[in-house]
């Protein structure tokens, strides 16, 4: 339950006094999320989601608010912020920094279809394009350094073997530059529980709370490592292709993106068999004792390794 911080309509009456978006019928807290509070509010004007930021400080939240001001306003389906009174997009409430957007249609989907795949696809490029003109900038806190640290944080709780395997896919991404390949602004979380789909077509992509900028190819074997995942951390050669080819049909993979790309998938799914390993043996203090399985990006990789085909037709000449 990610309900951290209560809110009580008691509470939320004079903070809704700062915002013309009608009187206050209902309050419901929402379960799914791990890091943040999320309220659904429903005013006399519609439904919103509040969200109160647990551990972001409200210095932290301009690069993310202002991202998703930007994409919404190039018609990528984000959930464009509300202003305040005072013109901000942040307030506060019950001593946490606020965000308060409109509800996006659609849900979670679990099992995503071929065609689900697309949009997904076709809609990143569509976000990559769009955000070329955000003037922000953030480094990748998590890029591969932080992969590099963290392997070598958790590498004391591993069987001999596993422990190898996890330092020979730490020193191939060391020997990468993934600063040669285009750049610009990733979501770097788009994972299936980060996409609202409504049918066949997205309702919207939420929680840009990893957002950074890093290479764009990086953020479509994110994407393509989760959506196109089988339970054996296989990858589903019709989902991903259709992924690939809606991403190109927007933004065509340069020759260097297509040379990278087997490496890169892997060192996508090394970042997230890091980061699950870290909250497994090591999670922070104060959050919740709930953990990802570690293992299932290991075996995401392990295929990868073993490929020969990895989707893509020859690059455009
Ligand atoms: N704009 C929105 N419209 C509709 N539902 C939303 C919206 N934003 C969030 N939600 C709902 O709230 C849930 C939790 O949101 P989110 O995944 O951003 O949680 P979090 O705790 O902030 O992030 P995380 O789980 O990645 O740590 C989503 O699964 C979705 O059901
Ligand atoms: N999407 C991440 C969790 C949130 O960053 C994972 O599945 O490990």
Redesign the pocket.
């Known amino acids: 339950m990610?309900v951290f911080t209560t809110v009580t309509p008691d509470d939320l009456a004079p903070f809704l006094k700062r915002y013309y978006i009608g009187q206050l019928v209902d309050l419901k807290g929402?379960a799914?999320?791990?890091?943040?509070?999320?309220y659904?509010v429903t005013t006399t004007h519609g439904r919103y989601?509040l969200?109160l930021f647990e551990a972001l400080q409200s210095s932290d939240l301009p690069y993310y608010v202002n991202l998703t001001a930007h994409l919404a306003h190039h018609g990528i389906a984000v959930?464009a912020p509300i202003a305040n009174i005072d013109d901000q997009y942040t307030d506060t409430l019950n001593g946490r920094p606020t965000l308060l957007?409109?509800?996006?249609p659609?849900?979670?989907v679990d099992e995503p279809n071929v065609a689900q795949c697309a949009q997904v696809g076709e809609m990143l490029a569509q976000m990559h394009l769009a955000s070329r003109s955000y003037p922000a900038h953030m480094p990748n806190p998590r890029g591969v350094q932080w992969w590099a640290d963290t392997a070598a944080e958790v590498m004391q709780y591993l069987d001999a073997d596993t422990a190898a395997r996890l330092q020979a896919e730490v020193d191939l991404q060391l020997r990468q530059d993934y600063t040669t390949l285009p750049q610009g602004v990733i979501h770097a979380?788009l994972f299936r529980?980060?996409v609202?789909l409504d049918g066949d077509r997205i309702?919207?992509f939420?929680?840009f709370?990893y957002a950074c900028n890093d290479a764009l190819l990086y953020d479509l074997a994110i994407a393509l490592n989760d959506w196109c995942r089988e339970e054996d951390g296989d990858i589903d050669r019709a989902r991903a292709e259709a992924m690939l080819q809606a991403y190109q049909s927007v933004r065509p993979l340069e020759t260097a993106e297509f040379a990278a790309w087997p490496v890169i998938l892997r060192g996508a799914a090394l970042r997230f068999w890091t980061s699950r390993l870290l909250d497994f043996y090591k999670p922070a203090t104060g959050e919740m004792t709930y953990a990802k399985d570690p293992t299932q990006y290991e075996r995401v990789i392990t295929h990868h390794a073993q490929r020969q085909d990895f989707w893509l037709t020859p690059a455009p000449v």
């Open positions: 990610s929402i799914a999320g791990i890091t943040n509070t999320n659904f989601v969200t959930a957007v409109p509800c996006l659609g849900t979670v979380d529980d980060n609202l309702g919207g939420i929680d709370y």
